[in-house]
């Protein structure tokens, strides 16, 4: 990726250009000390002059009022406060007309920002004064004074928090009062300029120490620049948080969010004081010293895919390679490209009015269909659809260009979704909420509804990161989340009925991935990189879990490494320097979930025969208790030595019915409800009160005799010799009041029992020869 540079021969500003910023992706407004407003339109490469600003106004900073105004959308700014060198703010219209000028600050506002939703107005100035304004210019507070000048300002992404400078510290303020101030030493030098990502949640900073730094909201520091040669004059985040620009003297540097440099440009601009993103995030605009204002596409990314490589040329042209026999496919767009996705054999290519859906197999004939809005900042693919996220809404589309759906909720706010908090399978929509951070609101695909009974999915910390896993039937999908004190858990999207406890599969996960082709889930655990090649071992057997794990170093990838995909056996990573690194795993647990998914045991076991892991004997263990195929759990049991297991399944081999038999494997499962639900509604009420009393549940086991009327001698009988095992006297009062009067006849209880388990072995043997009866002709 790099930045294809344009710059005039003759500067349109006599003066240094103090600031810049854009209506349209095609039209930019910049600001000058020569006091003129100039318009920029980038289509037919005019500039006019909007106004000229009175003699003793020189602009120092300017922002344009917010677009999206709730309901009511607004296709380009209409707006713009701006400061200046006198003490006053302005609000001046598209077309130059000076609404409102207000005295602010003593000495020069250094800079004005309005929030997300255009309904206050941060002020910072030479004066040390932080002040809120309403969107008429009514002053509402004075959130914070201090000695000394503040040169920049930015709202945290919620509108609640302004972060501030001062001097070398960041402060980041709360509106409400009396909430705790987060401060902290951010650079050696006075910091000039700071920027705070409403996608991502980070923060940027520079300064005069040559270095700029990325940040999170809770102050932690993930990465710190080598000193250049000049002070860091300006910083600025693309609108959706993967990039991010760096201006100095003569410097424009393009950065990934972690902070590795992508592309450096030494432009004849002088310093850059100002950068601005274009709303589609595909050009920057910088105010440069010596008049100038610079335009930078960024152009030349990569997508890639299995034997595919995808590469942006120009700004509406794509060349596809394919590595395997270096044939290579010129793609062109009428628009410019904004964004694109390759994965699942097909490439998906938003501009600036259509999306293109081309297939992997057929570069030549693409599904092309208009867009709603236009800008597109996020596209995920699942294997049967694909899904856009735009300023508006969320749409899925099927690979023939068909809208599918359309999921909303409460409170949505589109602009602020990105790849960690969307997920996509195929017939599951998750979407981690941002008013809440602890909700994950899951939607059927095919409808755009919420899912099942309507509920959400909702945990006991902040979730920071979800991912869908993408294979398997849809009763048994599963989402993986990364929460705020990096724990990893796992959890199943229930459509209805009760809802699946959340299970901790990890702590201190900083990424996690499914594979694209069975489900089997990755993940970098501090230090380790670990592969869970059958998650839902939790559900059935969580003792063998760690069996099925394979764990390898990963202090290789050094601090901050992200998963970037995990398609087939390869995982690739990117390392916090931006290199990427490719690992292999073993094939193997993939053919596994594919024998075991299509039914095939005799093949899954001449398979682990072959192989000889214990990681496979595990997972087929765990497989085949899942799927109820106990003579394949046998073999798999035996084969990792957990003979008591083997015992235990031969038990429920030699069980009468096939309620019970049922019952017991839910009950090796650890699913006690469901075991005992199984059994009385199969009317065998003496093995639900004996399954309790063997898990010594005396309370529930004397409930269910008492509510049944039946075998209550029995449940005392075993109370009393469990008692008198460990020398104890009787204190529960329900256990004392029963055995008033009782007298304990083990004889009579013993013939119960024998007739109980006589009247379910000729139950089970009626059942069976009425349903052979059923088949004759």
């Given amino acids: 990726m790099r930045l294809k540079i344009s710059l005039l021969k003759e500067p349109k500003h006599q003066e240094l250009v103090s600031c810049v910023g854009w209506t349209t992706a095609e039209e930019l407004y910049s600001c000058s000390d020569d006091h003129q407003i100039v318009k920029w339109n980038l289509l037919t490469s005019e500039t006019t002059q909007i106004v000229k600003l009175p003699d003793d106004i020189y602009p120092i900073d300017f922002h344009w009022f917010p677009k999206s105004l709730g309901v009511k959308k607004q296709t380009q700014a209409e707006s713009f406060v701006l400061t200046s060198s006198d003490g006053k703010f302005h609000l001046i219209s598209k077309l130059g007309r000076v609404e409102k000028s207000i005295e602010a600050h003593c000495g020069a506002v250094l800079a004005g920002r309005w929030n997300y939703e255009g309904t206050a107005l941060v002020t910072v100035g030479e004066d040390g004064q932080i002040k809120i304004w309403s969107k008429t210019g009514m002053l509402r507070s004075t959130l914070a004074q201090q000695g000394t000048p503040v040169y920049s300002v930015a709202w945290g992404p919620d509108s609640e928090k302004v972060l501030y400078t001062a001097g070398k510290q960041l402060i980041i303020k709360p509106l409400q009062p009396n909430a705790k101030v987060l401060q902290w030493k951010a650079h050696d030098g006075i910091i000039l300029k700071v920027d705070w990502n409403s996608v991502n949640d980070l923060i940027l900073s520079a300064g005069e120490d040559c270095k700029y ?6 102050s932690r520091p993930l990465y710190n620049s080598q000193p250049h040669e000049h002070p860091i ?76 490589q995808v590469t942006l040329t120009k ?19 009428r628009d410019r490209v904004i964004k694109a996705s390759l994965n699942y054999a097909h490439l998906v290519v938003s501009t600036s009015l259509q999306c293109y859906v081309f297939s992997t197999k057929n570069w030549n004939t693409p599904i092309i269909f208009d867009l709603k809005e236009g800008t597109v900042s996020l596209i995920l693919q699942a294997e049967r659809h694909f899904l856009l996220v735009d300023g508006s809404s969320i749409y899925l589309y099927s690979y023939e260009g068909r809208f599918i759906s359309s999921p909303k909720f409460p409170g949505m706010r589109t602009d602020i979704l990105n790849a960690q908090t969307v997920s996509l399978s195929n017939d599951t929509i998750a979407i981690r909420d941002k008013a809440d951070e602890k909700i994950i609101f899951l939607f059927e695909a095919s409808t755009g509804k919420p899912l099942g009974d309507g509920k959400f999915l909702s945990h006991k910390n902040e979730i920071l990161e979800i991912a869908l896993d993408q294979k398997g039937l849809t009763n048994d999908r599963k989402i993986a989340f990364i929460d705020k004190n990096r724990d990893l858990c ?92 490719h690992i292999n795993i073993s094939p193997y647990p993939a053919i ?25 004997w595990a997972c087929l263990a765990a497989m085949a208790v899942a799927n109820r195929d106990m003579t394949t759990a046998e073999i798999a049991y035996a084969a990792i030595g957990e003979i008591d297991k083997v015992q235990y399944i031969n038990s429920i081999k030699s069980l009468p019915s096939k309620e019970s038999k049922m019952a017991h494997i839910l009950l090796f499962s650890g699913n006690i409800q469901e075991a005992e639900i199984v059994l009385l509604q199969a009317g065998l009420v003496y093995q639900a009160i004996q399954i309790n009393i063997n898990l010594y549940n005396w309370e529930r086991a004397l409930e269910l005799a008492v509510k049944y009327k039946t075998h209550v001698d029995t449940v005392l009988a075993y109370r009393q010799k469990f008692l008198e095992t460990f020398g104890k006297q009787e204190t529960n009062k329900r256990y004392l009041h029963y055995a008033e009067g009782l007298q304990i006849d083990w004889e009579k209880i013993k013939a119960k029992i024998e007739m109980e388990i006589t009247k379910e072995r000729e139950q089970s043997s009626s059942s069976q020869s009425s349903k052979s009866m059923g088949l004759k002709p």
């Avoid at 700004?315 to 767009?333: H, I, K, S, W």
Wanted: glycine content about 6%; some cysteine; charged content about 20%.
């Fill in 315 to 333: 700004r509406r042209a794509m060349q596809v390679r394919n590595v395997l026999n270096d044939a290579v496919d010129l793609l062109e767009f």
């Fill in 213 to 218: 730094k990325v940040w999170d909201s809770y």
């Fill in 592 to 616: 596994l979930h594919e024998y075991v998914s299509s039914s095939k045991w005799e093949d899954a076991v001449r398979l682990c025969r072959f192989v000889k892991e214990q990681t496979m």
């Fill in 233 to 308: 004059t300006s910083v600025a985040w693309a609108p959706d948080g993967e990039l991010f620009a760096v201006g100095s003297f003569h410097t424009l540097r393009l950065c990934d969010k972690t902070g590795w440099s992508y592309a450096l440009e030494k432009p004849n601009t002088g310093s850059i004081f100002n950068i601005a993103w274009s709303i589609d995030g595909t050009q920057i605009a910088g105010a440069c010293g010596n008049g100038h204002v610079v335009f930078a596409h960024v152009v030349e990314q990569h997508w890639e895919w299995k034997n595919f």
């Fill in 490 to 581: 796992i959890t199943s999207v229930k459509r209805f009925g009760k809802e699946e406890q959340i299970i901790k599969l990890g702590t201190m996960v900083h990424t996690l991935a499914w594979n694209d082709t069975c489900n089997i889930l990755c993940g970098l655990q501090d230090t380790r990189f670990i592969v869970w090649y059958y998650p839902n071992t939790v559900y059935v057997d969580r003792d063998i879990l760690p069996k099925t794990l394979c764990e390898g170093d990963a202090s290789e990838f050094s601090k901050n490494p992200h998963i970037v995909s995990f398609v087939g056996n390869q995982v690739t990573i990117r390392r916090a320097d931006g290199s990427l690194v």
